[in-house]
C-alpha cells in the first residue's frame, strides 16, 4: 500500500510545461485531466462537512477527515485533529504556512483517500506531523 | 496669505485624492467556489460560496446534504462552524482559519502585490523584468523555513504565477492565476490552478473555479450571525 501511494496521482507532468519561464498553463489539459479522472462522490459525512469538526466520536473518522481536507481546513491541521493526533497538531500545520504551504495536507488529502477507499483506518492515532511516513 | 493658499494646493489635491479613495474601494465581495483535486486518478468536486468583507470578516457557506455549513471567521482567526439543520455551533479562537488565507480576501484587502508573502515571514529580495512579466522573489526571514524562496510572477501588475522552492532550489509547488475578470473594478483570477509535485513523476492538482464574483451587492449572508440559540460545541467535541 505504501508504495501504492508513493506512486499516486502521476499526473503527467510531462503535461504540464516544466520550462520556468513559462509562466501561464493551458487550462485545457489540466480540464482533461479532470475529465479522465474519475469522479468520487463526496462522502456521505460530507453532510456535516465543516461542522464534522466539533464530532468527538464519529464511526468513520477517516472520511470526516477528507471531507475537512477537502473543504481546505486541512491547512490548519483540522483533519488530524478528527483523526485524533496530538493537541497542537494544528499548531504545527499552522507555523508551517499551511503544512508546508499545504503540500502536507494535499498529500495527506490523497492518503485518506485511499485509505476511504480501501476502508482503512491507518491514521487514526498518529501523532506523527507527517502521517504517511 | 494668498501665497500660503497657493502654497497649500498640492497638500489640498493630496489630501482630497486619499479622501476619495475609499469611495473606489470595494467592501463586500461574493463568489461561488468549485473546489477540484485529483489524486491517484481519482478527483472530488466541493462548492461553496464565499462572503468577504473589507473589514476582514469572511462567511463560507457550503450547501451539503445535511443542509447549509457556515464557517464564519475573521483576520484574528476567531472561527465559528455553523450546521443550520442541527442548530449546532463549533468556535475556536486559536487562528486554526484565518479570513486572508481566501484568495479572494487578499484581492478584497489589496495585499496581492505580494500574495500574503509578509504575513507568512517572506521578505521581498529582488524584483526583475522578464518580458512583459515583472518577478519578485521572497526569501524568508528566518533559516530554518520550509521553503528556500518563492517567486511571483505578475503581468500588468496581475500576478499570475507562484512557484515554492525546496531548498535544493527544486519547484515543489506552482500556482497559476488565470481568466482575470472585472466585475465593478475588482479585478480576480476566476481560475487557480495549483500543481504539487509529491516527487520527481508525481504531483497534486487543485483546481478552484470562481464564479458570480458580486461585488459590493446587499446580500444578507453578509451580515449572517449564528443564531444565539445554537447549541455550542468545542472543537475537541465536549459539549
Same mark, same amino acid.
Given at each position: 500500500?505504501?508504495?501504492?501511494?508513493?506512486?499516486?496521482?502521476?499526473?503527467?507532468?510531462?503535461?504540464?510545461?516544466?520550462?520556468?519561464?513559462?509562466?501561464? !498553463?493551458?487550462?485545457?489539459? %489540466?480540464?482533461?485531466?479532470?475529465?479522465?479522472?474519475?469522479?468520487?462522490?463526496?462522502?456521505?459525512?460530507?453532510?456535516?462537512?465543516?461542522?464534522?469538526?466539533?464530532?468527538?466520536?464519529?464511526?468513520?473518522?477517516?472520511?470526516?477527515?477528507?471531507?475537512?481536507?477537502?473543504?481546505?481546513?486541512?491547512?490548519?491541521?483540522?483533519?488530524?485533529?478528527?483523526?485524533?493526533?496530538?493537541?497542537?497538531?494544528?499548531?504545527?500545520?499552522?507555523?508551517?504556512?499551511?503544512?508546508?504551504?499545504? !503540500?502536507?495536507?494535499? !498529500?495527506?488529502?490523497?492518503?485518506?483517500? %485511499?485509505?476511504?477507499?480501501?476502508?482503512?483506518?491507518?491514521?487514526?492515532?498518529?501523532?506523527?506531523?507527517?502521517?504517511?511516513? | 496669505?494668498?501665497?500660503?493658499?497657493?502654497?497649500?494646493? #498640492?497638500?489640498?489635491?493630496?489630501?482630497?485624492?486619499?479622501?476619495?479613495? #475609499?469611495?473606489? *474601494?470595494?467592501?463586500? &465581495?461574493?463568489?461561488?467556489?468549485?473546489?477540484?483535486?485529483?489524486?491517484?486518478?481519482?478527483?472530488?468536486?466541493?462548492?461553496?460560496?464565499?462572503?468577504?468583507?473589507?473589514?476582514?470578516? $469572511?462567511?463560507?457557506?457550503?450547501?451539503?446534504?445535511?443542509?447549509?455549513?457556515?464557517?464564519?471567521?475573521?483576520?484574528?482567526?476567531?472561527?465559528?462552524?455553523?450546521?443550520?439543520?442541527?442548530?449546532?455551533? *463549533?468556535?475556536?479562537?486559536?487562528?486554526?482559519?484565518?479570513?486572508?488565507?481566501?484568495?479572494?480576501?487578499?484581492?478584497?484587502?489589496?495585499?496581492?502585490?505580494? $500574495?500574503?508573502?509578509?504575513?507568512?515571514?517572506?521578505?521581498?529580495?529582488?524584483?526583475?523584468?522578464?518580458?512583459?512579466?515583472?518577478?519578485? &522573489?521572497?526569501?524568508?526571514?528566518?533559516?530554518?523555513?520550509?521553503?528556500?524562496?518563492?517567486?511571483?510572477?505578475?503581468?500588468?501588475?496581475?500576478?499570475?504565477?507562484?512557484?515554492?522552492?525546496?531548498?535544493?532550489?527544486?519547484?515543489?509547488?506552482?500556482?497559476?492565476?488565470?481568466?482575470? *475578470?472585472?466585475?465593478?473594478?475588482?479585478?480576480? #483570477?476566476?481560475? &487557480?490552478?495549483?500543481?504539487?509535485?509529491?516527487?520527481?513523476?508525481?504531483?497534486?492538482?487543485?483546481?478552484?473555479?470562481?464564479?458570480?464574483?458580486?461585488?459590493?451587492?446587499?446580500? #444578507? $449572508?453578509?451580515?449572517?450571525?449564528?443564531?444565539?440559540?445554537?447549541?455550542?460545541?468545542?472543537?475537541?467535541?465536549?459539549?
Amino acid at each position: 500500500m505504501k508504495k501504492l501511494i508513493l506512486a499516486f496521482v502521476v499526473i503527467m507532468a510531462c503535461s504540464f510545461s516544466m520550462n520556468a519561464a513559462n509562466y501561464t !498553463i493551458n487550462d485545457e489539459s %489540466i480540464d482533461n485531466l479532470f475529465a479522465e479522472a474519475t469522479m468520487v462522490e463526496a462522502p456521505a459525512a460530507a453532510a456535516s462537512a465543516a461542522t464534522a469538526a466539533a464530532v468527538s466520536e464519529s464511526n468513520n473518522k477517516t472520511i470526516v477527515a477528507l471531507v475537512l481536507d477537502t473543504v481546505g481546513l486541512g491547512y490548519f491541521g483540522v483533519h488530524r485533529m478528527i483523526l485524533g493526533s496530538t493537541n497542537l497538531m494544528w499548531l504545527w500545520y499552522t507555523l508551517t504556512g499551511g503544512g508546508i504551504f499545504g !503540500i502536507v495536507p494535499l !498529500i495527506d488529502w490523497v492518503m485518506l483517500l %485511499i485509505d476511504v477507499v480501501n476502508n482503512q483506518n491507518s491514521y487514526i492515532g498518529n501523532t506523527n506531523f507527517i502521517m504517511w511516513t | 496669505m494668498f501665497r500660503k493658499v497657493i502654497g497649500m494646493r #498640492p497638500f489640498c489635491l493630496i489630501l482630497f485624492l486619499i479622501a476619495s479613495l #475609499p469611495l473606489y *474601494a470595494q467592501r463586500r &465581495v461574493s463568489a461561488d467556489v468549485t473546489v477540484k483535486m485529483i489524486g491517484n486518478g481519482n478527483a472530488t468536486n466541493m462548492t461553496k460560496s464565499v462572503y468577504c468583507s473589507s473589514d476582514g470578516r $469572511m462567511i463560507s457557506v457550503s450547501n451539503t446534504k445535511d443542509g447549509r455549513i457556515f464557517v464564519l471567521t475573521n483576520i484574528q482567526g476567531e472561527t465559528s462552524i455553523y450546521n443550520e439543520n442541527r442548530k449546532e455551533v *463549533a468556535m475556536d479562537n486559536r487562528g486554526l482559519m484565518l479570513s486572508t488565507d481566501e484568495l479572494l480576501q487578499i484581492f478584497l484587502l489589496r495585499r496581492a502585490t505580494d $500574495m500574503g508573502m509578509g504575513a507568512y515571514g517572506y521578505q521581498l529580495t529582488k524584483t526583475t523584468r522578464e518580458e512583459q512579466y515583472i518577478k519578485k &522573489v521572497f526569501e524568508p526571514k528566518k533559516q530554518n523555513s520550509n521553503c528556500s524562496r518563492v517567486e511571483i510572477v505578475f503581468d500588468e501588475f496581475k500576478p499570475i504565477y507562484c512557484a515554492y522552492f525546496d531548498h535544493k532550489g527544486k519547484i515543489i509547488t506552482k500556482v497559476y492565476y488565470s481568466q482575470y *475578470a472585472l466585475q465593478d473594478r475588482f479585478m480576480f #483570477p476566476t481560475r &487557480v490552478t495549483e500543481i504539487t509535485y509529491a516527487n520527481a513523476k508525481d504531483s497534486i492538482v487543485k483546481l478552484d473555479l470562481y464564479t458570480n464574483i458580486q461585488v459590493d451587492q446587499d446580500d #444578507p $449572508m453578509f451580515d449572517f450571525q449564528v443564531p444565539v440559540d445554537a447549541k455550542v460545541i468545542k472543537m475537541n467535541g465536549k459539549k
